[in-house]
């Protein structure tokens, strides 16, 4: 099992920034991707930026450019630094996270954290 704690949303002006954290606890050993999506009011869950165990990432269109992934698996926490932030980017940010056991694949979620931007 792993625990997902998301902390860094609130409320920002259009072309402010923000950094999102994502700590992970549990069985934190076997953790491979780790990726951030979010979910804007009345519209599906989608991926932002992801990340592997190695280090490599990946990006949405929308936020290429603006936004950041990143890791600290000293931490077992994974990032997302959000710049030129736009009222679109305003929704539910959550962080999911993949672990690989006895080649068992699992999917976890954090709790979502809000992020609202101003006009």
């Known amino acids: 099992q792993v625990q997902l704690v998301e902390s860094g949303g609130g409320l920002v002006q259009a072309g402010g920034s923000l950094r999102l954290s994502c700590a992970a606890s549990?069985?934190?050993?076997?953790?491979?991707?780790m990726a951030w999506y979010r979910q804007p009011p009345g519209k599906q869950r989608e991926l932002l930026a992801s990340?592997?165990?190695?280090?490599?990432?990946a990006y949405a269109d929308s936020v290429k450019g603006r936004f950041t992934i990143s890791r600290d698996n000293a931490k077992n926490t994974v990032y997302l630094q959000m710049n030129s932030l736009k009222p679109e980017d305003t929704a539910v940010y959550y962080c999911?996270?993949?672990?690989?056991?006895?080649?068992?694949?699992?999917?976890?979620w954090g709790q979502g954290t809000q992020v609202t931007v101003s006009s």
């Open positions: 999911k996270v993949e672990t690989l056991t006895a080649w068992v694949k699992r999917t976890y």
């Open positions: 549990g069985s934190i050993s076997s953790i491979t991707t």
């Open positions: 990340i592997t165990s190695g280090g490599s990432t």
